[in-house]
């Protein structure tokens, strides 16, 4: 039992009132919530007033909480809600800062949560929240361990996405299958409930990247998770628009590939490095017709081809590895100059270690690896600090 909602105030942990106070006039302490919703928000003012009336109107009195995790939205989607939050402490805001992604934003509103149940759901009313109450009873009655809303069951439907949307949609599915087992119909679903435990389980090896969470929880769970799908219909978007871009296939990529050698490289020192080598094009695609056609000198030639690679991978780095931590306005700029900087500095080591190595060895290839992995490794450690400021992964 994790909780005995039928303490009294003066039995349970909560601090002692003072002798001279009234014991009457102490707020009285219920239950807390047995169920907490997470919604992940980006832009989404005019879709939550809409949303919580319904979870209202569906979840009657089942003891429930919302938490919105929202990244700082600049429509003031945070400030509505804990508008909202002032009302009814049913209602729950965090707030992001220089932080985005969906995934992410997921893990954290359930790490503030103490709930024995646990679900996900969009806030642009996409998802059928009347299936939340039918997902609760399921689980209470341990028909699964996490019951999915699906829009591949039988009787559920994608709704009115163009062709090339679901196209895109079967072909993710069909990659997912390296990391989830073959009878979950959709396991691209954003729509989900699941007891405590299956979180838990899984927390410390969720990758947490992107869009896709359900995947990431089954990829990341120590044994199979036993499951149950209901089928739902994908509503339109209510208000405002998607956030799904190009980049979140990218995203999706990475996710796979975390799942599969994360253990082995950290996932962005592989996109850091697929940066790099498109660097490496750039840097010729300038230097050939800087010495071909304008007859540049080879040294200014090659400091202005450094110079726009650098530039090119910074703003490649920041679109795409560095995504959740994106740099804009005049951060951008100063990241910019940091990355050229420490950048400077890998490249002189790149020259040092590789003049080394083809001095002690003989051999100009082996030099040359050995100087491009020092200076890549040197790059992407020191740029994902200074640059990005990240200290985790
Ligand atoms: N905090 C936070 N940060 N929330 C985000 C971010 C972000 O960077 N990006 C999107 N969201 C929120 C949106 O505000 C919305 O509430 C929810 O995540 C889904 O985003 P949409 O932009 O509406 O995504 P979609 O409709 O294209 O796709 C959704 O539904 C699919 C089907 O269930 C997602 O849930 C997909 O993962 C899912 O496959
Ligand atoms: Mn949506």
Known sequence: MLRNPHLSRRQSAAPAIGPEEDPSSAPQLGPGAELSIIVPTFNEHQN?????ERLRSCLGEAHWEVIF?????????????????????RIRCIQRHDRRGLSSACVEGMLSSSAP?????????????????????ELKRNAAEIIVGSRYAPGGDIGDWDAGRARMSRVA????????????????????MMHRSVFEKSVDRLSAIGFKLLADLFASSPEPLRFKELPYRFRNRHAGESKLDSVTAWDYAMLLLDKLIGHIVPVRFVAFSIVGAAGVAVHFAVLTPLIRLLGTRFVVAQAIATFCAMTFNFALNNVLTYRDARLRG????????????????????????ATFVYATYGTWVLGALAGIVIGAVWNYVVTKFFTWNRSHP
């Open 173 to 192: 599915v069909r990659l997912s299958r390296v990391l989830v087992p073959a009878d979950l119909t959709d396991p691209m679903s954003g729509f989900f």
């Open 117 to 137: 149940y646990l679900a996900v759901i969009d806030a642009d009313l996409q998802h059928d929240e009347q299936l939340l109450p039918v997902m609760l009873a």
């Open 330 to 353: 005049w951060r951008w700029l100063r990241g910019w100059f940091l990355f050229v900087l420490a950048c400077s500095v890998g490249g002189f080591m790149n020259v040092t270690v």
């Open 69 to 89: 995790v929202d990244d700082n939205s600049p429509d003031g989607t945070a400030d509505l809600v804990r508008e909202l939050a002032s009302m009814d402490a």
């Open 48 to 52: 939550i007033v809409l949303l919580v």
